[in-house]
């Protein structure tokens, strides 16, 4: 699937944690709405391998997020 995104959240205090994930289509990681997620320590690579307009980590109306040691490449 073109937009394929390799973890999606949406909701209050989630966690997205230590995670290897590559090779997808769109998005590594995406979220939206919800107030306290933390998005850390996750390994990201060869994202957006279709579609060129997403992001290794694309959140968005997310209240006090903590984003802290990922690491993209590739």
């Known amino acids: 699937y073109p937009a394929a995104i390799g973890v999606w959240f949406t909701g209050d205090r ?3 944690s230590h995670n ?3 090779d997808t ?16 320590y996750n ?3 060869k994202v957006m391998q279709v579609l ?8 968005f ?3 006090k ?6 690491y993209s490449h590739n």
């Open 14 to 16: 989630v966690e997205i």
């Open 20 to 22: 290897d994930i590559t």
């Open 25 to 40: 289509s769109y998005s590594g990681i995406a979220g939206h709405h919800g107030e306290g997620a933390q998005v850390i």
């Open 43 to 45: 390994d990201i690579s």
């Open 52 to 59: 060129h307009d997403g992001a290794a980590i694309y959140v």
């Open 61 to 63: 109306y997310v209240k």
């Open 65 to 70: 997020l903590m984003m802290r040691g990922n």
